[in-house]
């Protein structure tokens, strides 16, 4: 039998299109799929939660792709080496305190359990701004094609409800700067200017997981996104604070929901 084109066709739109009608009303919606967003994910997936990632590039993983200087490797301390050991990504001992890992085996173990734990993640969508309430709690996030953005068309985009939103897009901290800008919360984290601050990594690691927290009603921060908002500072190709961070979000909305 030959192959017959029209039925590729039909299995791609009808497969993707049942599975994304089935996240158009969620637990939990995250924006971004680097290591603090895909950790998240997985916590929250584990325990049965509805989970989706959008992630603007084809590709997950973030900033963990390229170790340092795209040198890739990652390190990360003891505290964290239990989110590495869970996904059973090799780790090697340098020294006290440190282990590193191979950056593109972290990724993609990391990708791998998060879509085991049930998360599903929806790669060449960006988030390009929030739902809200009548209260102006965030709801939910306003998507749209990457490449629609790229080819600078005018289409109106959809919208997910979720009960939570995390943001998950590292430095740019892009959903926090679009409530701060479009809501103008008048208190709040987000009512002070967002940006990092320089390089100290032994500040920066801790200040991530302190940082991870509710910035505006049903929005929570993490990764470096956490750190942006708060004027934190960056810490380099470490990654323990991130998968710290993003554990911690999904801790923190499993308590509130
Ligand atoms: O930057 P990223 O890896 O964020 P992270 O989880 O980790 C930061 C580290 O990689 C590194 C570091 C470690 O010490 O400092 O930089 O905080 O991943 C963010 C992801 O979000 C996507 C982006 O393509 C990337 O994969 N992203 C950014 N903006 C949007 C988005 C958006 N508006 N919609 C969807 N995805």
Not at 122 to 145: A, H, M, Q, T
Not at 196 to 208: L, N, P, R, T
Not at 234 to 250: E, Q
Request: charged share 25%; aromatic share 8%; hydrophobic share 45%.
């Amino acid at each position: 039998m030959g192959i017959d084109d029209i039925t590729i066709t039909k299995t791609i739109f009808n497969r993707f299109t049942e599975e994304f009608k089935d996240f158009f009303d969620i637990d939990i919606a995250i924006a971004g799929a680097g290591p603090s967003g895909l950790t998240a994910a997985r916590y929250l997936a584990e325990v049965g939660r509805k989970v989706a990632i959008f992630e603007r590039k084809l590709s997950i993983g973030g900033g963990m792709w390229g170790g340092g200087m795209m040198f890739p490797v990652i390190v990360v301390q003891d505290e964290a080496k239990h989110l590495l050991e869970e996904c059973n990504i090799d780790i090697r001992r340098e020294g006290r305190g440190y282990w590193s890992a191979d950056s593109i085996e972290a990724v993609v173990k990391l990708c791998s359990k998060t879509i085991d734990a049930g998360a599903k993640i929806f790669n060449g969508i960006s988030v390009e701004d929030v739902l809200l309430d009548k209260d102006n709690r965030v709801n939910g996030f306003v998507i749209n094609w990457s490449s629609i953005d790229v080819a600078g068309l005018h289409v109106d985009p959809l919208t997910i409800r979720a009960k939570y939103c995390i943001d998950a897009t590292g430095h740019a901290a892009e959903i926090c700067s679009i409530v701060k800008k479009k809501v103008k919360p008048k208190t709040g984290l987000l009512s002070k200017d967002i940006g990092e601050f320089s390089m100290h990594a032994d500040i920066g690691e801790k200040a991530v997981v302190e940082n991870t927290r509710e910035v505006y009603p049903g929005l929570i921060a993490t990764g470096m996104c956490a750190n942006a908002v708060a004027g934190a500072h960056r810490m380099g190709p470490i990654f323990g604070g991130m998968l710290l961070s993003g554990k911690k979000a999904a801790e923190m909305i499993l308590e509130k929901l």
